[in-house]
């Protein structure tokens, strides 16, 4: 993985809420990702979240409206706690670097990967924020999205804000099926300029939890697969949000106590790690 960043890449982040980095695999590691995902996926049969019978495409306490979610993309989480092959891809110790040195975080704990699929014919992604989602408000999280196929304008790539993040907060406007339904929580940003983001299989971007995005509909026949995770920083404290985490998970827990569980969140990268 090329997991070495510029300072200019770190200050394009931060202005912008976002990153591409072109071929972020090599040709090797992109069928190596892409083996190990299919796999993952098959075990997995549909399931949404290890232990749970939810199928993607079905309603929970999320996502409604199953009719046309369903139809926006597959999604499958936490593969890495089912598959040995995806643990080692997403638990590596220079990708958990890398996502410090983007965040300006000393710690980096996994929050949740995903695999989103968008079937030929789906339906757009929304504008939307992911950490309004999460167990945690923080405002240096982040995710990386992975493409395995090519992500194009034609088939669903990703669409930001561009330096959106400075101006939105923890407040949720989930994900509407109208692609302006953010702006009734952000009116201000209404007239922002958007900027498409495709790229090649085995590139991959980076975006602030509270960077406007979205992607758009799969106009062609063909599947659009990306793998992504979504990185917490270490400290980071509940903030009484289920989100991924279980009944037995949140009945042990009170807003302010710490996620540091690390079979849930583990820690992949410290810059002050413990003493033996």
């Known amino acids: 993985m090329k997991t070495q960043i510029t300072q200019q890449q770190i200050e394009d982040y931060r202005k912008n809420g976002f990153l ?62 089912t598959n040995e092959k995806v643990k080692q891809l997403i638990l590596d110790e220079n990708l958990g670097k890398m996502v410090a040195n983007l965040s300006g975080c000393d710690g980096i704990r996994v929050w949740h990967d995903q695999a989103l699929i968008k079937r030929p014919w789906a339906n757009p992604t929304s ?15 982040l995710s990386i999205w992975v493409a395995l196929d090519d992500a194009t304008l034609e088939n669903g790539c990703l669409y ?11 407040e949720n406007p989930g994900i509407g099926k109208n692609m302006d339904e953010v702006f009734k929580f952000y009116p201000q940003l209404s007239s ?9 299989a085995g590139s991959c971007s980076f975006h602030n939890g509270l960077t ?22 270490d400290g980071a404290v509940f903030n009484g949000i289920q989100n991924i985490l279980s009944d037995e998970q949140v009945a042990k827990l009170k807003v302010g106590d710490l996620l540091q569980d690390d079979e849930q969140n583990p820690l992949i990268y410290s ?6």
């Not at 922002?192 to 090649?200: G, I, N, Q, R």
């Not at 810059?271 to 033996?276: D, E, G, Q």
Request: charge should be neutral; hydrophobic fraction near 40%.
């Open 192 to 200: 922002s300029d958007s900027k498409a983001v495709p790229m090649k």
């Open 20 to 81: 591409l980095i072109e071929d972020f695999l090599d040709k090797d590691e992109l069928e190596i990702w892409r083996e190990a995902v299919t796999e993952a996926l098959v075990q997995r049969d549909g399931r949404k979240l290890p232990g749970k019978d939810t199928k993607t495409g079905e309603e929970d306490g999320i996502n409604k409206n199953a009719d046309y979610f369903g139809k926006v993309f597959d999604q499958m989480l936490n593969l890495w706690q």
């Open 271 to 276: 810059k002050n790690p413990a003493l033996p």
């Open 212 to 233: 406007i995005h979205g992607a758009g509909a799969n106009m062609t026949k063909g599947f659009r697969r990306a793998m992504t995770c979504a990185f917490m920083p």
């Open 127 to 141: 504008w939307h924020l992911d950490t309004p989602f999460w167990s945690f408000s923080d405002r240096r999280a």
């Open 160 to 170: 930001f804000l561009p330096g959106s993040y400075h101006a939105t907060s923890f």
